[in-house]
């Protein structure tokens, strides 16, 4: 729960308000100004409705997911990895502004809470589409999901506007312009043949993560930098949480349909290994810290995109691996394998750029990740062994890391802080 002892100041002077105020009476009001929070604002964390709306939003990703799977299998992976890529942006993207706009306006009234609820309703039906969208690369459904969810975030932008002032007026109102004239150009996915939509999708990409910079050119939004890393934190280990479900699912048919336990077990086990391994390189350092200024934030946001998407395509590839293991699939064990150490070697250099080389002391730390990575991909060659052998390597990288920490930790040994691995 958001709590705070007193309301901190808002960009123009103005209290903030809190999105869980102490005031048991606040939370039920219909409508109260949606006026700006304070960054230096005490006990931020992630609501319930924030928490809520990230498990809504994971049902598109494990769809886009399975969709990868599918197209994976049937040997179109080109395919399969340019609709996915696709699918995943307009996921990522919408939450990425929620979350942000949340970090800066939240106040928790009826209003605000009802929108955000369109919001997951268009995520889901923005699901519904994707199915559609690999299969015949029809947009229409995505499409209109998209348009419920940025015609939400229109609203709230506008609400915000209507409560600034001076910059921050302009700021909410280019926000909500910008936002709504993207959403125009996203009916080229619709309108436009086939073969344009690629283009479409590029472009488009391109204006869309240009509205933020656009937008806060003059005037910042109060984002909290500790909220936001939470938030990105918690997406990322429901995200890691997903990849572990597909994959048991996956194990557990290929046992029950098939009696493969001696096959499925090591690529099980280097799963379970990769996604452990994982989720410790991401927490192991304190981000929030590094989270000073627009310039840094938006590149550190942005870079999510890759870590997202990578961190469920490792759950898409030990799919894979599974069905070529139990002979579901005519792909073959180098092929299967790819799936597994490609999206894995990409989450661990993404995380190294984002998060780990400004904690890194020496260029031994420096180098574990991105040793890490070139290794799990040599892995891709070991035949049967590849997925589990990734996953050992991705274990000695958090070992190695803890150990050169635990070497500069010692007496005489340089400084301390949070660097392994």
Known sequence: MTSSSAPAPGPAGRPSHPSHPSRPSSAARLVRPLTSRGRGEAHRVASPLELFFDLCFVVAVAQAGVELVQAVAEGRAGHGILDYAMAFFAIWWAWMNFAWF???YDNDDVLYRVVTLVQIAGVLVLAAGITRAFASHDFLVVWLGYVIMRLAMVFQWLRAARWAEGGERRMALRYAGGVLLCQVGWLGLVLLPEPARPWVFLVMAVLELCVPLY????????????????RYGLFTIIVLGETIASATVAVKSGVEEHDALGELLPIAAGGLLIVFSAWWIYFVVPIHGHLRSNRQSFLWGYGH????????AIGAGLEVAVDQAV?????????ASAAVTLPTALYLVTVWALHSRHFKVGIAQQLVLPG???LVICCTFLGAWAVLSAGLVSALAVATGVTLTAHRAAPGGGETGPHDS
């Not at 937008?215 to 939470?230: G, Q, T, V, Y």
Request: cysteine-free; overall charge neutral.
């Open 102 to 104: 949340a970090s800066a």
């Open 305 to 312: 995109y890759l870590v997202f998407a990578s961190a469920a």
């Open 215 to 230: 937008a806060e050119k003059d005037a910042k939004s109060s984002w909290h930098p500790h909220h936001i890393a939470e």
């Open 372 to 374: 890490t990575a070139l």
């Open 327 to 335: 002979g579901r699939t005519r792909l073959s064990v180098l092929e």
